[in-house]
């Protein structure tokens, strides 16, 4: 049988799934990271976790995302999350764009895409309930990298991304890590997470939409949000600036983590994707249950690759949406295997201790 997914496990998480396997329950904190149409391959598995996974959900569940995985996370928290799930997917399918789009086009789609995504009522709904509990990272930018001018921005970016390469902690000049979170939600990681310049600002209905919109957008592609009501004046950026895939302290986390992610590498930060020295292992999460395709399920798809915003540049708008279906598609190949190896016990057998 072909194996289409791999599911690692740090040491704690590791030794509880050989010993108890894997409910629901176990589970604390969930992650999701950052990468545009990437996380079109984990479609199934947000529509597995979110619909069957957790629908008897009785305990509160801590949601950590940024960019397109706090967008993900937005069906969470609704009584029809898969279903919310599903028009999320097909309406970031639908994207289309001139030629030789603005910022400020793009934002505008961005905007349009939002508000049929989550209404009020939907906001609502996700702020009066307590057991799904958002976390969305936002970057508050500090100096030319909040300018809208793109040479100036990019310079700005260019200053920060020379520092990031000595040490990420020089993000601080540039940027400053804000988390919006759920209003019953506690600290999420903890007051140790300080690693750079971080501040907490309560989600509530006049500004959900607003940093959810914030953390998707990408510098010179997207416009700045600006001034989001509770949080500090300024304009704020895509989180994956500071937080890619995450670089954070779990370990003292309870429970397990369980993050559903597009490659086998993580990523700290937006500035790390070509340092290889700088990646998050097994090693430094002990507690984290990670899944990602296996290169069976990458060869499977069109392209021999996963979507990404390069697509919009390289493909038709007909080619790319055909290919954009086809692997969200196959990204159920991954949660059929997942679900019948949780289902019968044998995800014992195919968990893989994440030590690298």
């Known amino acids: 049988m072909t194996k289409w997914l791999h ?3 740090g040491e704690q998480a590791f030794l509880h799934i050989q010993e108890k396997g894997l409910q629901q329950e ?56 898969a279903k919310a799930s599903e028009l999320f997917c097909r309406l970031y399918q639908g994207q289309t764009y001139s030629a030789k789009p603005t910022a400020k086009e793009i934002s505008d789609n961005a905007r349009e895409l939002l508000e049929a995504y989550v209404t009020d009522a939907d906001v609502d709904e996700m702020l009066n309930q307590s057991i799904f509990q958002h976390h969305m990272i936002v970057a508050r930018c500090r100096g030319w990298a909040g300018l809208e001018s793109p040479r100036r921005q990019a310079f700005g970016l260019a200053r920060a991304a020379a520092g990031n ?3 990420r902690g020089s993000l601080k000049s540039a940027f400053e890590r804000v988390i919006f979170h759920h209003p ?33 957008s990408i510098p010179l592609v997207l416009e700045g949000v600006r001034d989001i009501p509770g949080a500090p004046p300024g304009v704020y950026r895509d989180g994956g600036i500071t937080d890619y895939h995450f670089d954070v302290d779990l370990s003292r986390q309870s429970g397990l983590v369980l993050y559903p992610h597009f490659h086998h590498q993580v990523i700290p930060g937006w500035f790390d994707k070509k340092l290889s020295w700088r990646r998050t292992t097994g090693k430094h999460w002990p507690n984290v249950v990670f899944l990602h395709p296996s290169q069976a399920f990458l060869d499977a798809l069109p392209y021999g690759k996963i979507p990404d915003r390069n697509d919009f540049v390289k493909m038709d708008v007909a080619t790319r949406q055909d290919y954009w279906r086809k692997a969200v598609q196959l990204g159920y190949r991954m949660a059929d295997q997942f679900a019948e190896w949780q289902a019968s016990g044998r995800l014992r057998q195919e968990v893989e201790l994440w030590h690298e």
């Open 7 to 9: 599911v690692k496990a």
């Open 165 to 167: 390469m000595f040490k």
């Open 26 to 81: 176990d589970i604390n904190l969930m992650l999701g990271a950052s990468g545009g149409p990437k996380w079109f391959v984990l479609q199934g598995l947000d529509n597995y976790f979110f619909g069957e996974f957790f629908k008897h959900r009785q305990t509160p569940l801590q949601l950590l995302g940024t960019s397109a995985g706090a967008w993900r996370f937005a069906s969470l928290g609704r009584s029809e999350a």
């Open 184 to 216: 019953d939600a506690g600290e999420v990681l903890g007051e140790h997470w300080n690693d750079l310049p971080t501040r907490r600002v309560a989600l509530q209905r006049n500004n959900f939409r607003q940093a959810l919109l914030a953390t998707g």
